[in-house]
Nanobody
Framework: QVQLVESGGGLVQAGGSLRLSCAAS????????MGWYRQPPGNQRELVAI???????IYRDSVKGRFTISRDNAKNTVYLQMNSLNPEDTAVYYC?????????WGQGTQVTVSS
């Protein structure tokens, strides 16, 4: 059974930082494409960043230069370092794991940025 458990969300002032973590189990982590998505209030879920098994990375334009995705295969964990946060980053953030024939999601963690 695949489990993705996010942590690290919370309330932060504009300009602040947060680090999200997602601990994975039940998957071959080293070969999975791992990603972070978010769902702002009243909007659809959107891609934030993904990292491939080869450490290649893709970012949403609005977070480039502020967010960094990374992975630790020894700990089966993917991270999202978020700096220079602004109120538009307020959303529920979800961890995602993509393997051949299977997509898995975490339960989400709330990030709220106050102005």
């Amino acid at each position: 059974q695949v489990q993705l458990v996010e942590s690290g969300g919370g309330l932060v002032q504009a300009g602040g930082s947060l680090r999200l973590s997602c601990a994975a189990s039940g998957i071959i982590f080293s070969s999975a494409v791992m990603g972070w998505y978010r769902q702002p209030p009243g909007n659809q879920r959107e891609l934030v960043a993904i990292i491939g098994s080869d450490e290649s990375k893709i970012y949403r334009d609005s977070v480039k230069g502020r967010f960094t995705i990374s992975r630790d295969n020894a700990k089966n964990t993917v991270y999202l370092q978020m700096n220079s946060l602004n109120p538009e980053d307020t959303a529920v953030y979800y961890c995602n794991a993509a393997q051949p024939g299977r997509i898995s999601w975490g339960q989400g963690t709330q990030v709220t940025v106050s102005s």
